[in-house]
């Protein structure tokens, strides 16, 4: 089945409007309707008003695949190949490009992107040691004893700092390692972009793994947490790696159902979700509605919503955090 596009929004759809937010979702309806002719058209007209997106020759070459065209879904590849695309995994992986995976030609393709991927990487791994996690270790750690590890990832425009200042006593009182991963992409002014679930995901796993090589670390105690933009990194992460994190805590954070919906808890062994927001901020409805989602998919899910607070942390945070610590970790 063609899931939804890479990097496209969604909003109500307009027939016959260039608007390209519009033109996305259009996109999307017609892949989930089959529709491959009114995909490539709408394809094609997102791929000129993106010329430097490398993601839509990507999305186009998937429905060409679809469609049946092989050779255009081949040329749409090595467009997004030339044009900066690295997410290798996902080219493997993609169910809609099984075919192009058997063209004689998709090995090229397949090095360019790989080359791409590799680059990012170095690229990320150049800012990681640039921009190295906090790390902080509670008062009296017995260092032959695992200890839990928190992983709290900053929000969009901020920075490891902020995040450290609200947890770090709080994972102290846990006994808990705190981690905090710094983003490495600025952004205009200041601050710290995560970019892409695929960013974040190296990040972390770098932080992690230095975290493991330093410390003693109890692996069934892995939390993962983050403020807006780093809220929805840590559970689009989680979803994805059921079984690297035993709880998450994302706070004040969108969701986008048809993208972000988690599978079916696999065992009793899934993480546990404690999502916190204001009351008033604007993604308040979206937070619900992942609760019940997750709830319903089979998570143990706690849920905060704190009055007369906005797109921030609420108004006692040492007090809420621990909370919300003690739900994640089972207590």
Same mark, same amino acid.
């Given at each position: 089945?063609? +899931?939804?596009?890479?990097n496209?929004?969604?909003?109500?759809?307009?027939?016959?409007?260039?608007d390209?937010?519009?033109?996305?979702?259009?996109?999307?309806?017609? +892949?989930?309707e089959?529709?491959?002719?009114? $995909?490539?058209?709408?394809?094609?007209k997102?791929?000129?008003?993106?010329?430097?997106?490398?993601?839509?020759p990507y @999305?186009?070459?998937?429905?060409?695949?679809?469609?049946?065209?092989?050779?255009?879904?081949?040329?749409? #590849?090595?467009?997004?190949?030339?044009?900066?695309?690295?997410?290798?995994?996902?080219?493997?992986?993609?169910?809609? #490009?099984?075919?192009?995976?058997?063209?004689?030609?998709?090995?090229?393709?397949? /090095?360019?992107?790989?080359h791409?991927?590799?680059?990012?990487?170095?690229?990320?791994?150049?800012?990681?040691?640039?921009?190295?996690?906090?790390v902080? /270790?509670?008062?009296?750690?017995?260092?032959?004893?695992?200890?839990?590890?928190?992983i709290?990832?900053?929000?969009y425009?901020?920075?490891?700092?902020?995040?450290a200042?609200?947890?770090?006593?709080? $994972?102290?009182a846990?006994?808990?390692?705190?981690? *905090?991963?710094?983003?490495?992409?600025?952004?205009?002014?200041?601050?710290?972009?995560?970019?892409r679930?695929?960013?974040?995901?190296? #990040? *972390? =796993?770098?932080?992690?793994?230095?975290?493991?090589?330093a410390h003693?670390?109890?692996?069934?105690?892995?939390?993962?947490?983050?403020f807006?933009?780093g809220?929805?990194?840590?559970?689009?992460?989680?979803?994805? @790696?059921?079984?690297?994190?035993?709880? /998450?805590?994302?706070?004040?954070?969108?969701? =986008?159902?048809?993208?972000?919906?988690?599978? @079916?808890?696999?065992?009793d062994?899934?993480?546990?979700?404690?999502?916190? /927001?204001?009351?008033?901020d604007?993604?308040?409805?979206?937070?619900?509605?992942?609760?019940?989602?997750?709830?319903?998919?089979?998570?143990?899910?706690?849920?905060?919503?704190?009055?007369?607070?906005?797109?921030?942390?609420?108004?006692?945070?040492?007090?809420?955090?621990r909370?919300a610590?003690?739900f994640?970790?089972?207590?």
């Open positions: 089945m063609l +899931c939804l596009t890479i496209a929004t969604l909003v109500a759809h307009m027939e016959g409007q260039n390209p937010e519009l033109l996305s979702h259009a996109f999307d309806e017609a +892949c989930h089959g529709d491959w002719r009114k $995909a490539i058209a709408t394809g094609v997102l791929e000129a008003l993106y010329p430097n997106d490398s993601h839509w @999305n186009l070459a998937r429905v060409y695949a679809r469609s049946g065209n092989v050779d255009r879904a081949l040329k749409g #590849l090595d467009r997004a190949a030339r044009g900066g695309f690295d997410l290798f995994e996902k080219l493997e992986q993609d169910p809609d #490009l099984a075919s192009v995976r058997r063209h004689v030609g998709f090995g090229d393709v397949l /090095v360019r992107i790989r791409n991927r590799d680059t990012k990487n170095e690229r990320l791994a150049r800012g990681y040691e640039k921009h190295p996690p906090l902080f /270790v509670p008062p009296g750690h017995d260092r032959e004893r695992p200890a839990p590890l928190v709290a990832m900053h929000g425009g901020a920075d490891a700092k902020d995040m200042g609200a947890w770090r006593d709080v $994972a102290a846990r006994g808990a390692i705190l981690a *905090v991963p710094q983003a490495v992409r600025r952004v205009k002014g200041a601050g710290w972009s995560w970019a679930v695929e960013d974040a995901e190296f #990040l *972390v =796993q770098r932080t992690l793994d230095d975290v493991v090589k003693r670390i109890d692996k069934n105690r892995v939390i993962l947490s983050g807006s933009q809220g929805f990194m840590s559970y689009a992460m989680a979803v994805r @790696n059921l079984s690297l994190f035993s709880g /998450v805590i994302p706070m004040g954070t969108g969701y =986008q159902p048809a993208i972000d919906a988690p599978p @079916n808890a696999p065992s062994d899934a993480p546990r979700f404690y999502f916190m /927001v204001g009351a008033q604007r993604v308040v409805r979206e937070t619900r509605k992942a609760a019940r989602d997750f709830e319903a998919a089979g998570y143990a899910v706690g849920l905060r919503v704190y009055p007369g607070v906005g797109h921030s942390f609420p108004l006692d945070p040492e007090s809420e955090l909370k610590l003690a994640v970790m089972g207590d």
